[in-house]
């Protein structure tokens, strides 16, 4: 019998997360589940184990983490590199948005740090194993990277005075961009996409200030779309033979387009270097 696939999906606590990480269980894969609550990383885990049977040679690992603090993100590379050697798929879909402007233990825009820079350090920090399994980084990103344009200078700072969801969309906007870049640098051994989930009922929005929080206070949310809806272009394109373009965004399952300011080589290479600076790495 092979190997399993091993599967990282961060966010995996609740949402959309947890929905992929029990579609890839349920289609045979390895899931490492990445959450920020222990209780609800664990409640999780323990679901999928229970799925299986116990001779199941498919393995669900868990991990607490905190993306607000780039030293828990270290040491999850860390385990996960000493662990498996090989590592399928990727799935960078830990994500927030913050009503209020607030700095990370690291001292860096919150938005900014869990909607982007842990992604981007973890998926770096985890190069050997990608490479090695030629897999695929697929990101989260959303549709809200639509409301407002990236600076041509790119910052880890958001523009003054805050907004929740300016920043919010700036930080989707990154996502893209980190696609676009990381699929240029690492083919072709590792391919790279991004894609919106499209409104979602998650405990996302409940928590979110803005035009998400108020739609849930509305009860918009009623309309959106379930968690597993949610997750299944990100099954997709973790696991689909063809129909995906590597570098791109999508949406229900399919190639889609997103805004200039998501596109440009030029920002998506001054990000890339703005992170690796950020989190001490050689671009």
Same mark, same amino acid.
């Given at each position: 019998?092979?190997?399993?696939?091993?599967?990282?999906?961060?966010?995996?606590?609740?949402?959309?997360?947890?929905?992929?990480?029990?579609?890839?269980?349920?289609?045979?894969?390895?899931?490492?589940?990445?959450?920020?609550?222990?209780?609800?990383?664990?409640?999780?885990?323990?679901?999928?184990?229970? &799925?299986?049977?116990?001779?199941?040679?498919?393995?669900?690992?868990?991990?607490?983490?905190?993306?607000?603090?780039?030293?828990?993100?270290?040491?999850?590379?860390?385990?996960?590199?000493?662990?498996?050697?090989?590592?399928?798929?990727?799935? !960078?879909?830990?994500?927030?948005?913050?009503?209020?402007?607030?700095?990370?233990?690291?001292?860096?825009?919150?938005?900014? &740090?869990?909607?982007?820079?842990?992604?981007?350090?973890?998926?770096?920090?985890?190069?050997?194993?990608?490479?090695?399994?030629?897999?695929?980084?697929?990101?989260?990103?959303?549709?809200?990277?639509?409301?407002?344009?990236?600076?041509?200078?790119?910052?880890?700072?958001?523009?003054?005075?805050?907004?929740?969801?300016?920043?919010?969309?700036?930080?989707?906007?990154? !996502?893209?961009?980190?696609?676009?870049?990381?699929?240029?640098?690492?083919?072709?051994?590792?391919?790279?996409?991004?894609?919106?989930?499209?409104?979602?009922?998650?405990?996302?929005?409940?928590?979110?200030?803005?035009?998400?929080?108020?739609?849930?206070?509305?009860?918009?949310?009623?309309?959106?779309?379930?968690?597993? &809806?949610?997750?299944?272009?990100?099954?997709?394109?973790?696991?689909?033979?063809?129909?995906?373009? !590597?570098?791109?965004?999508?949406?229900?399952?399919?190639?889609?387009?997103?805004?200039?300011?998501?596109?440009?080589?030029?920002?998506?290479?001054?990000?890339? &270097?703005?992170?690796?600076?950020?989190?001490?790495?050689?671009?």
């Amino acid at each position: 019998m092979s190997a399993p696939r091993t599967a990282v999906v961060t966010g995996a606590s609740d949402g959309i997360g947890a929905a992929a990480a029990r579609r890839l269980h349920r289609d045979g894969w390895r899931v490492v589940v990445v959450g920020r609550s222990p209780d609800k990383t664990a409640a999780v885990a323990d679901e999928l184990e229970r &799925q299986g049977h116990p001779d199941d040679h498919r393995a669900v690992e868990r991990h607490t983490v905190d993306f607000a603090r780039l030293d828990d993100v270290r040491a999850l590379a860390g385990t996960l590199l000493e662990r498996h050697p090989r590592i399928d798929v990727l799935a !960078n879909n830990a994500g927030a948005s913050f009503p209020r402007r607030t700095t990370t233990a690291d001292g860096f825009e919150t938005t900014f &740090q869990v909607d982007h820079l842990a992604g981007y350090l973890l998926t770096r920090l985890l190069e050997e194993p990608l490479r090695a399994a030629r897999a695929r980084v697929v990101t989260t990103s959303s549709f809200m990277h639509r409301i407002g344009p990236l600076p041509r200078t790119v910052t880890a700072d958001p523009p003054r005075p805050y907004a929740g969801m300016l920043a919010y969309s700036r930080a989707k906007t990154m !996502n893209a961009l980190f696609t676009r870049e990381l699929a240029r640098r690492w083919a072709p051994d590792v391919t790279a996409t991004c894609y919106t989930p499209g409104a979602v009922a998650t405990s996302f929005g409940a928590r979110s200030g803005g035009l998400s929080g108020l739609a849930w206070k509305l009860g918009l949310s009623r309309s959106f779309r379930t968690p597993a &809806q949610g997750a299944d272009t990100l099954v997709w394109l973790a696991t689909a033979a063809e129909g995906w373009r !590597n570098g791109g965004f999508h949406a229900d399952r399919a190639t889609a387009p997103a805004m200039p300011w998501a596109t440009d080589d030029r920002r998506a290479r001054d990000l890339w &270097q703005l992170s690796a600076d950020a989190v001490g790495l050689p671009a």
